[in-house]
């Protein structure tokens, strides 16, 4: 119930900041929030243009844009150290109810995973598709970390 909260109170917040704000400006606030910190900064890891990737000490907040089934998925995965501590969804209208990544459980599958690829994720049911899209995203972004970590 917690993480639904939080997760509710972030979506509010991140809709909020929008309200006048640059995307940039938008998601540095949230990797701010997510990674717990102020002090954060943005990494980049491949092409500009790409979403952004922020760090701050052993955490980073990669952000991640995918076309799904039915429109575009934009997610960020918050790593610490070498493990997988959340996925959130910020935009996605997939599945027959148009919030089929929403799902707690979905969620809950990426935490504690290492945050090397290949990831492997069971999909949504009704929304295979999209949640793949989500994690060949997610393992896309974890490449880019891997690579620029070393």
Do not use: C
């Not at 910190?37 to 990737?53: K, N």
């Amino acid at each position: 119930m917690k993480i639904i909260l939080l997760t509710a109170v972030m979506l509010i917040a991140v809709f909020l900041m929008a309200l006048g704000r640059t995307q940039s400006e938008t998601d540095r606030e949230l990797a701010e929030k997510l990674l717990e910190s102020a002090e954060v900064q943005q990494v980049q890891l491949s092409a500009a243009g790409d979403p952004p990737v922020f760090q701050s000490r052993s955490r980073a907040a990669l952000f991640f844009e995918r076309k799904g089934m039915q429109s575009l998925i934009r997610g960020v995965i918050v790593i610490e150290n070498d493990r997988v501590i959340d996925l959130v969804i910020l935009q996605s209208h997939e599945g027959l109810d148009h919030d089929a990544l929403d799902a707690p459980s979905f969620r809950a599958a990426y935490r504690n995973k290492p945050a090397k690829p290949p990831l492997i994720v069971d999909a949504v049911s009704g929304a295979t598709i999209s949640s793949q899209a989500v994690t060949d995203a997610v393992n896309a972004r974890l490449v880019q970390w891997t690579k620029y970590a070393e």
